[in-house]
């Protein structure tokens, strides 16, 4: 007799089957023409890495990985649990020596931590972060083969990449798998930029800040993945917000508030740990605004995201059972967890 999550994982893997045999079908030179056109449209979309300040398109593989409805639901369940955990941590750091040994930051990343934790972070801590993983969808042991390997709270990878590349395959490979297999439907994941819109106004209605929003990050490098420009534009022309991008340099403090050039910014977006901070100030950068801005708890992600370290497994299962770091959801707590899925069938 089989348990209703080895079900799910035999039917996960007869739909990926389904996918790969309908692919099979097509021959070398369509599929060949279709990964001409995934690598032409990614240069379309702007899906890039940056070499030496050119261009490189990112390689999208044509076939399709699918999730089914209710392996999707329990890796958001399990995700935002372990989210909330994270979010306990600067608590249990403060005020938990043993936790503090082990999660220890440099002395100058635990000043920074110390004065920018308050009790605004506390009761509205905005963490938009991406869980690494790994996880066999095909297997009927799939809720077991889930392993987690690292947390990236802040200024994550994939926010422009994933919900494009997902959008090409469905615009580009899908057709062509249901050119032999009419009755397979696929569905794309939710856009993991609409959730990072969802943070930003749940924390700025938590808060009461305006809508200014500046994303800050090393505009000016030529090496690395190019998405901060293109996901605020998408979050101009879609949601209607007034989106600045800027490097930590362009950012002054004035009267008490921070500007960049004449524009007032309201919250950031960060893609700088205090650590890259702290080597911009040793080149002489002013990094005030950008302590400024975490002190007063509108940055995304706050300064909780300092402790995303290997090592914070270890306290996640205290912070999910001690009463005290008790994960309900804050009043005006805010949560984002960029798990599209990827293609999935409905």
């Known amino acids: ?18 996918v790969q045999r309908a692919l099979r079908c097509l021959s070398e030179a369509a599929l060949a023409r279709l990964i001409d056109r995934l690598r032409e449209a990614a240069l379309e979309q702007h899906l890039v890495y940056l070499h030496d300040g050119e261009f490189e398109p990112v390689r999208i593989l044509p076939c399709p990985v699918t999730v089914l409805p209710d392996q999707l639901a329990y890796i958001h369940h399990v995700t935002l649990g ?27 990343e635990e000043r920074w931590l110390r004065e920018c934790w308050g009790t605004s972070q506390e009761e ?46 469905a615009g ?42 500046c994303f800050v990050e090393p505009k000016y ?66 990094i005030e605004p950008m302590r400024v801005l975490l002190r007063e708890n509108r940055v995304i992600s706050s300064i909780a995201a300092e402790l995303d370290q290997k090592s914070c497994w270890l306290w996640i299962g205290r912070a999910l059972s001690r009463p005290q770091y008790r994960l309900g959801s804050a009043p005006g707590s805010s949560i984002g967890v960029p798990a599209s899925g990827g293609i999935i069938s409905p």
């Open 1 to 18: 007799m089989l348990t209703p999550a080895e079900e799910v994982g035999l039917s996960g893997s007869a739909l990926a089957g389904r």
């Open 82 to 108: 372990i989210q909330n955990a994270l979010k306990r941590l600067p608590e249990m750091y403060l005020h938990d020596s043993a936790v503090a040994e082990v999660l220890r930051l440099p002395e100058a």
């Open 124 to 169: 509205h801590n905005p963490l938009f972060g991406r869980l690494d993983a790994v996880i066999d969808f095909t297997s009927p042991m799939w809720k077991d083969s889930l392993q987690f390997l690292e947390p990236n709270l802040s200024g994550i990878g994939g926010l422009h990449m994933v919900p494009t590349s997902e959008r090409l395959i």
């Open 172 to 213: 580009i490979v899908v057709p062509a798998i249901q050119g032999h297999d009419p009755e397979l439907e696929l569905t794309i994941g939710r856009d993991i930029r609409d959730l990072l819109t969802q943070v930003i106004l749940e924390h700025a209605t938590a808060i009461g800040s305006g809508h200014q929003l």
């Open 221 to 286: 490098c030529e090496d690395g993945p190019d998405e901060q420009a293109e996901v605020a534009k998408y979050l101009r022309d879609r949601h209607g917000l007034t989106v600045m991008h800027a490097d930590p340099s362009e950012l002054s403090l004035r009267g008490g508030r921070i500007w960049y050039g004449d524009q007032l910014v309201d919250l950031v977006y960060r893609d700088y740990s205090v650590t890259d901070l702290l080597e911009l100030q040793e080149e002489g950068v002013d």
